[in-house]
């Protein structure tokens, strides 16, 4: 079982930046695949970003440029820096871990709010 406790939500107003980081309780070298996905209300839950065990990342086309995700394997954490958010970044933000076991965990969701 893998526990994962987001935090660094908040309300930004546009333009703004946030780091949202995700505390996985076992070594992030036990994890294939992990990632930020976010949830806004009355959408299906979509991928934000990801990125494997050997570093390769992978971005949706709405937030390139502007996201970036990171790890820190001493810390076992990743990272979401978001810059020059926008409104429609507004959403509830959910890490996920894929373990090389297969088995997939996710978050309890940390709440973003870009609004002036």
């Known amino acids: 079982q893998v526990q994962l406790v987001e935090s660094g939500g908040g309300l930004v107003q546009p333009g703004g930046s946030l780091r949202l980081s995700c505390a996985a309780s076992q070594s992030i070298f036990n994890m294939y695949n992990m990632g930020w996905y976010r949830q806004a209300p009355g959408k299906p839950r979509e991928l934000v970003a990801t990125?494997?065990?050997?570093?390769?990342?992978n971005y949706a086309d709405s937030v390139k440029g502007r996201f970036t995700i990171s790890t820190d394997s001493a810390k076992n954490t990743v990272s979401l820096q978001m810059n020059t958010l926008k409104p429609e970044d507004t959403a509830v933000y959910y890490c996920?871990?894929?373990?090389?076991?297969?088995?997939?965990?996710w978050g309890q969701g940390t709440q973003v709010t870009v609004s002036s």
């Open positions: 996920n871990a894929v373990h090389f076991n297969r088995l997939i965990y």
């Open positions: 990125i494997t065990s050997g570093g390769t990342t």
